[in-house]
């Protein structure tokens, strides 16, 4: 008679505290948290008299870059800027790019001292990563010397 009435009682204790939880799922809002994203972005940059690039390919993942680098001051000749712009075509976030047609090589001479060799490219593969901003519509390079002239405009 006990057990009867011991299980009868661990029922309705079940049923309470089950009919206390659909009441409080029922009234808390889910709010989904924002997903960052990468966006990786390949293009082809060659040079005649000025420089061209070509769009390859753009993949979007999730994910978010480190936030321990530091943004550039100084700026040479064939720099690039990478503009993420929303539908109005402002600028949201950028990065600054150095000129992906200069390379510079470290290498030990004949003497065994570490030396540095510069070398102008004709052409390259360049490739940009940056944390994708969920406003963006348009991702955007232009040379840093001349800010008013896109050399390309992509749209996603």
């Known amino acids: 008679m006990k057990s009867i009435y011991i299980l009868l009682f661990l029922a309705l204790i079940g049923c309470t505290s089950l009919k206390k939880n659909m009441t409080n799922n029922s009234t808390i809002e889910e709010t989904k948290p924002l997903i960052s994203k990468i966006i990786f972005l390949n293009y082809k940059v060659s040079k005649d008299k000025n420089i061209e690039l070509t769009f390859i390919d753009k993949i979007i993942t999730e994910g978010s870059l480190k936030k321990n680098f530091q943004k550039r001051t100084d700026s040479n000749a064939g720099d ?7 539908i ?3 600028g949201i976030d950028s990065i600054q790019i150095e ?3 200069i390379k510079n090589f470290e290498y030990i001479d004949d003497f065994g001292k570490l030396s540095r060799k510069t070398i102008e490219l004709d052409s390259t593969t360049l490739s940009i990563r940056m944390d994708l901003k969920p406003q963006t519509k ?7 010397s001349e800010t008013n002239n896109s050399l390309l405009k992509i749209q996603l």
Not at 80 to 86: G, R
Not at 138 to 144: D, P, V
């Open 99 to 101: 000129n992906p047609l």
């Open 80 to 86: 690039l800027i990478c503009i993420q712009q929303d």
């Open 138 to 144: 348009f991702i955007t390079l232009k040379l840093l």
């Open 88 to 90: 109005n075509s402002l």
